[in-house]
T-cell receptor, first 114, second 116 residues
Framework: AQSVSQHNHHVILSEAASLELGCNYS??????LFWYVQYPGQHLQLLLK??????LVKGIKGFEAEFIKSKFSFNLRKPSVQWSDTAEYFC????????????FGTGTKLQVIP | NAGVTQTPKFQVLKTGQSMTLQCAQD?????MSWYRQDPGMGLRLIHY???????DQGEVPNGYNVSRSTTEDFPLRLLSAAPSQTSVYFC???????????????FGAGTRLSVL
Protein backbone atom coordinates (compact mmCIF):
# COMPACT_ATOMS: atom_id res chain seq x y z
CA ALA A 1 0.00 0.00 0.00
CA GLN A 2 1.17 3.48 -0.73
CA SER A 3 2.04 5.84 2.09
CA VAL A 4 3.20 9.42 2.50
CA SER A 5 5.53 10.78 5.17
CA GLN A 6 5.83 14.43 6.04
CA HIS A 7 8.79 14.88 8.29
CA ASN A 8 7.94 18.16 9.93
CA HIS A 9 4.73 18.46 11.90
CA HIS A 10 5.13 22.08 12.93
CA VAL A 11 7.46 24.66 11.42
CA ILE A 12 7.91 28.21 12.66
CA LEU A 13 9.68 30.73 10.44
CA SER A 14 10.20 34.45 10.35
CA GLU A 15 9.02 36.40 7.34
CA ALA A 16 11.49 36.33 4.44
CA ALA A 17 13.01 33.04 5.59
CA SER A 18 13.27 30.21 3.09
CA LEU A 19 11.01 27.20 3.40
CA GLU A 20 11.46 23.55 2.60
CA LEU A 21 8.90 20.96 3.66
CA GLY A 22 9.82 17.35 3.24
CA CYS A 23 7.61 14.70 1.65
CA ASN A 24 8.50 11.10 0.94
CA TYR A 25 6.21 8.48 -0.48
CA SER A 26 6.34 4.76 -0.85
CA UNK A 27 5.06 3.26 -4.07
CA UNK A 28 6.95 1.55 -6.84
CA UNK A 29 4.78 2.46 -9.80
CA UNK A 30 3.95 5.63 -11.67
CA UNK A 31 2.52 8.26 -9.38
CA UNK A 32 0.88 11.63 -9.43
CA LEU A 33 2.04 13.95 -6.64
CA PHE A 34 0.31 16.92 -5.07
CA TRP A 35 0.76 19.59 -2.47
CA TYR A 36 -2.38 21.06 -0.96
CA VAL A 37 -2.65 24.04 1.37
CA GLN A 38 -5.30 24.61 4.00
CA TYR A 39 -5.56 28.13 5.39
CA PRO A 40 -7.11 28.43 8.86
CA GLY A 41 -10.79 27.58 8.74
CA GLN A 42 -10.79 26.88 5.03
CA HIS A 43 -10.84 23.85 2.75
CA LEU A 44 -7.93 22.30 0.95
CA GLN A 45 -6.68 24.05 -2.15
CA LEU A 46 -4.27 22.68 -4.71
CA LEU A 47 -0.88 24.36 -4.52
CA LEU A 48 0.87 22.39 -7.24
CA LYS A 49 0.96 18.99 -8.88
CA UNK A 50 3.32 16.68 -10.71
CA UNK A 51 2.06 14.24 -13.30
CA UNK A 52 4.99 13.87 -15.69
CA UNK A 53 7.72 15.83 -17.47
CA UNK A 54 9.91 18.46 -15.81
CA UNK A 55 10.47 17.28 -12.23
CA LEU A 56 10.66 20.88 -11.00
CA VAL A 57 7.09 22.04 -10.68
CA LYS A 58 6.04 25.62 -10.06
CA GLY A 59 2.76 26.33 -8.31
CA ILE A 60 0.80 29.30 -7.11
CA LYS A 61 2.05 31.99 -4.73
CA GLY A 62 5.74 31.38 -5.47
CA PHE A 63 5.81 27.75 -4.30
CA GLU A 64 7.70 25.06 -6.15
CA ALA A 65 8.41 21.38 -5.61
CA GLU A 66 10.96 18.98 -6.99
CA PHE A 67 10.18 15.36 -7.76
CA ILE A 68 13.23 13.18 -7.18
CA LYS A 69 12.24 9.72 -8.29
CA SER A 70 15.34 8.00 -6.91
CA LYS A 71 14.60 9.37 -3.45
CA PHE A 72 10.80 8.98 -3.65
CA SER A 73 10.61 12.60 -2.58
CA PHE A 74 8.53 15.63 -3.51
CA ASN A 75 9.72 18.45 -1.27
CA LEU A 76 7.97 21.80 -1.24
CA ARG A 77 10.03 24.99 -1.33
CA LYS A 78 9.57 28.74 -1.24
CA PRO A 79 12.52 31.16 -1.21
CA SER A 80 10.90 33.80 0.99
CA VAL A 81 7.79 33.16 3.08
CA GLN A 82 5.18 35.71 4.04
CA TRP A 83 2.88 35.93 7.04
CA SER A 84 0.00 35.02 4.70
CA ASP A 85 1.64 31.61 4.09
CA THR A 86 0.65 30.55 7.60
CA ALA A 87 -1.36 27.40 6.92
CA GLU A 88 -1.24 23.64 7.00
CA TYR A 89 0.38 21.91 4.04
CA PHE A 90 -0.45 18.40 2.89
CA CYS A 91 1.51 16.23 0.51
CA UNK A 92 -0.52 13.62 -1.38
CA UNK A 93 0.15 10.81 -3.82
CA UNK A 94 -1.99 8.66 -6.07
CA UNK A 95 -1.29 5.98 -8.61
CA UNK A 96 -1.58 7.47 -12.07
CA UNK A 97 -4.52 6.51 -14.22
CA UNK A 98 -8.15 5.90 -13.43
CA UNK A 99 -9.55 6.29 -9.97
CA UNK A 100 -6.83 5.52 -7.54
CA UNK A 101 -7.05 6.37 -3.89
CA UNK A 102 -5.27 9.58 -2.97
CA UNK A 103 -3.13 9.09 0.11
CA PHE A 104 -2.43 12.17 2.18
CA GLY A 105 0.41 12.86 4.54
CA THR A 106 -0.38 13.94 8.10
CA GLY A 107 0.29 17.57 7.28
CA THR A 108 2.79 20.24 8.31
CA LYS A 109 1.60 23.32 10.13
CA LEU A 110 3.57 26.37 9.07
CA GLN A 111 3.54 29.43 11.26
CA VAL A 112 5.16 32.55 9.83
CA ILE A 113 6.03 35.24 12.35
CA PRO A 114 5.95 38.83 11.09
CA ASN B 1 -18.80 28.66 -10.49
CA ALA B 2 -20.00 26.77 -7.39
CA GLY B 3 -17.58 23.81 -7.58
CA VAL B 4 -18.13 21.42 -4.66
CA THR B 5 -20.81 22.43 -2.18
CA GLN B 6 -21.17 20.84 1.23
CA THR B 7 -23.99 21.30 3.72
CA PRO B 8 -24.26 21.85 6.59
CA LYS B 9 -21.08 23.69 7.62
CA PHE B 10 -21.52 22.80 11.29
CA GLN B 11 -23.52 20.13 13.08
CA VAL B 12 -23.84 18.89 16.63
CA LEU B 13 -25.36 15.47 17.21
CA LYS B 14 -26.12 13.32 20.21
CA THR B 15 -24.78 9.78 20.34
CA GLY B 16 -27.09 7.47 18.41
CA GLN B 17 -28.64 10.12 16.18
CA SER B 18 -28.46 9.78 12.42
CA MET B 19 -27.85 12.44 9.82
CA THR B 20 -26.83 12.99 6.22
CA LEU B 21 -24.01 15.22 5.07
CA GLN B 22 -24.76 16.59 1.65
CA CYS B 23 -22.27 17.05 -1.17
CA ALA B 24 -22.96 18.35 -4.65
CA GLN B 25 -20.69 19.26 -7.55
CA ASP B 26 -21.49 21.07 -10.76
CA UNK B 27 -18.37 20.20 -12.75
CA UNK B 28 -19.71 16.95 -14.23
CA UNK B 29 -16.97 15.01 -12.45
CA UNK B 30 -17.14 11.26 -12.50
CA UNK B 31 -15.24 10.69 -9.27
CA MET B 32 -16.37 11.79 -5.83
CA SER B 33 -14.90 11.01 -2.42
CA TRP B 34 -15.54 11.58 1.26
CA TYR B 35 -12.66 12.17 3.67
CA ARG B 36 -12.46 12.85 7.35
CA GLN B 37 -9.75 15.06 8.78
CA ASP B 38 -8.52 14.52 12.31
CA PRO B 39 -5.62 16.30 14.04
CA GLY B 40 -2.28 14.66 13.30
CA MET B 41 -3.82 12.11 10.94
CA GLY B 42 -4.20 14.00 7.69
CA LEU B 43 -7.16 13.07 5.53
CA ARG B 44 -8.50 9.54 5.50
CA LEU B 45 -10.77 8.22 2.78
CA ILE B 46 -14.18 7.03 3.96
CA HIS B 47 -16.01 6.10 0.73
CA TYR B 48 -15.66 6.98 -2.88
CA UNK B 49 -17.57 6.70 -6.15
CA UNK B 50 -16.33 6.39 -9.71
CA UNK B 51 -19.70 7.16 -11.25
CA UNK B 52 -23.44 7.19 -10.70
CA UNK B 53 -24.55 3.93 -9.14
CA UNK B 54 -21.02 2.84 -8.21
CA UNK B 55 -19.54 3.24 -4.74
CA ASP B 56 -16.77 1.56 -2.79
CA GLN B 57 -15.17 1.66 0.64
CA GLY B 58 -12.10 3.63 1.55
CA GLU B 59 -9.86 3.04 4.55
CA VAL B 60 -12.30 4.05 7.33
CA PRO B 61 -15.82 3.12 6.11
CA ASN B 62 -17.35 1.74 9.31
CA GLY B 63 -20.36 3.68 10.55
CA TYR B 64 -20.93 5.46 7.25
CA ASN B 65 -23.07 4.77 4.18
CA VAL B 66 -23.05 6.45 0.78
CA SER B 67 -25.05 6.33 -2.40
CA ARG B 68 -24.60 7.95 -5.81
CA SER B 69 -27.90 8.13 -7.63
CA THR B 70 -26.82 11.09 -9.78
CA THR B 71 -23.49 12.38 -11.07
CA GLU B 72 -23.90 15.58 -9.07
CA ASP B 73 -24.73 14.32 -5.58
CA PHE B 74 -22.85 12.10 -3.15
CA PRO B 75 -24.43 12.16 0.33
CA LEU B 76 -22.73 10.63 3.36
CA ARG B 77 -24.96 9.07 5.99
CA LEU B 78 -24.12 8.49 9.61
CA LEU B 79 -26.46 5.75 10.75
CA SER B 80 -25.90 5.99 14.51
CA ALA B 81 -23.48 8.73 15.45
CA ALA B 82 -20.66 8.01 17.90
CA PRO B 83 -18.22 10.40 19.60
CA SER B 84 -15.42 8.82 17.54
CA GLN B 85 -17.07 10.34 14.47
CA THR B 86 -16.39 13.87 15.71
CA SER B 87 -14.31 15.24 12.88
CA VAL B 88 -14.19 17.57 9.92
CA TYR B 89 -15.60 15.96 6.80
CA PHE B 90 -14.54 16.94 3.30
CA CYS B 91 -16.11 15.96 0.03
CA UNK B 92 -13.99 16.03 -3.11
CA UNK B 93 -14.61 15.50 -6.79
CA UNK B 94 -12.39 14.95 -9.80
CA UNK B 95 -12.70 14.06 -13.42
CA UNK B 96 -11.66 10.68 -14.76
CA UNK B 97 -8.80 12.37 -16.56
CA UNK B 98 -9.93 11.45 -20.06
CA UNK B 99 -10.05 13.77 -23.07
CA UNK B 100 -7.25 15.99 -21.81
CA UNK B 101 -8.80 16.69 -18.42
CA UNK B 102 -6.57 16.36 -15.41
CA UNK B 103 -7.80 14.35 -12.46
CA UNK B 104 -7.12 16.92 -9.77
CA UNK B 105 -9.38 16.74 -6.75
CA UNK B 106 -11.47 19.76 -5.85
CA PHE B 107 -12.57 20.00 -2.25
CA GLY B 108 -15.68 21.38 -0.61
CA ALA B 109 -15.52 23.76 2.35
CA GLY B 110 -16.05 20.97 4.88
CA THR B 111 -18.56 20.02 7.55
CA ARG B 112 -17.46 20.27 11.17
CA LEU B 113 -19.32 17.58 13.11
CA SER B 114 -19.39 17.14 16.87
CA VAL B 115 -20.98 14.07 18.45
CA LEU B 116 -21.72 14.41 22.14
Amino acid sequence: AQSVSQHNHHVILSEAASLELGCNYSYGGTVNLFWYVQYPGQHLQLLLKYFSGDPLVKGIKGFEAEFIKSKFSFNLRKPSVQWSDTAEYFCAVKNSGGYQKVTFGTGTKLQVIP
Amino acid sequence: NAGVTQTPKFQVLKTGQSMTLQCAQDMNHEYMSWYRQDPGMGLRLIHYSVGAGITDQGEVPNGYNVSRSTTEDFPLRLLSAAPSQTSVYFCASSSSGGAGRTNIQYFGAGTRLSVL
